[in-house]
């Protein structure tokens, strides 16, 4: 088997399917500038949790789920409640602040095109991480306790789980490029307009009664709903020019310490 063999099947791997799954993946597998990599089962990463059905629980359950790190404000919490299979599965979630960046008020004074979305989303992509940095916090506190296997989720998976499960990867020593390749992975491995269209009134977060999602132009929608490299090379382009870098950013506006960052190391790498 080739490498690339073997990273098609690990790609494969990874991405979990369930009935009411959106986007739910195993950050395992992944290599290390150091030559480690982390561990399969301890970290997934997801959208919505609110439509497993069924069928779903049993395989749900059989992961043994510790925490789940809810990175949605408290609106989408309320419209699109979690529903996790077992009961014991702790959730975690975080004050949303003064001022929530969103993409509906980022794109609100842009223009109605491709073009005008993909500016919103990379002016997003910029303002996330200082605005995510109690959330980040919390998950390498979950992770730091021992709280695993966690999984750490947004709406769809892509923007606010992006970021996080990046500065966690980035925080291993995965390379940047490996980060950015489990970023992409998004675009195959759900699809987001099925997945609203499947379910009466899915919002994945970035819709509501007044706009709904899909009236939005189709070439608008095209970029909403893709993980862009350049949206996540945004990021990491803030946390490098302004906030120092990812020790920095992790150290100063995250707030963890080394010893946090090792003993997540301990847990995730092998």
């Known amino acids: 088997m080739t490498a690339s063999d073997s990273a098609v099947r690990a790609d494969r791997e990874r991405v979990l399917s369930f009935q009411g799954g959106c986007n739910f993946r195993d950050i395992g597998g992944y290599r290390t500038l150091h030559g480690a990599s982390t561990r399969w089962g301890k970290v997934y990463r997801a959208g919505v949790l609110t439509y497993f059905t069924d069928d779903d ?5 059989q992961l043994q789920v510790r925490a789940i790190c809810d990175l949605r404000r408290a609106e989408e919490r309320e419209r699109e409640p979690t529903r996790w299979p077992d009961a014991k599965t702790n959730g975690l979630f975080w004050d949303d602040g003064v001022v929530s960046p969103t993409i509906r008020a980022l794109a ?9 979305m993909f500016d919103a989303m990379v002016a997003l992509y910029r ?30 998976g892509k923007d606010r789980t992006g970021i996080a499960v990046a500065v966690l990867l980035r925080s291993l020593d995965v390379p940047q490029e490996t980060a950015i390749e489990d970023y992409l992975l998004t675009n195959t491995s759900g699809d987001f307009e099925a997945f609203i269209r499947g379910r009466q009134q899915t ?26 490299a350049a949206f996540l090379q945004a990021a990491f382009e803030q946390i490098e020019r302004e906030l120092g870098g ?12 080394d010893q946090t960052r090792e003993r997540v190391r301990r847990e995730l790498l092998e």
């Open 203 to 228: 919002q994945l977060g970035v819709g509501d009664n007044h706009m709904p999602l899909l009236s939005m132009p189709e070439d608008m929608r095209r970029v909403l709903f893709s993980a862009d």
């Open 57 to 61: 629980h049993a395989p749900l359950t």
């Open 108 to 116: 609100a004074d842009r223009p109605k095109n491709a073009a005008g």
């Open 246 to 257: 990812i020790d920095n950013y992790l150290a100063k506006t995250v707030g963890i310490s």
């Open 127 to 156: 303002a996330l991480p200082v605005w995510m940095a109690g959330r980040i916090a919390g998950m390498f506190q979950a992770i730091e306790q021992g709280h695993i296997p966690l999984v750490v989720h947004c709406a769809a």
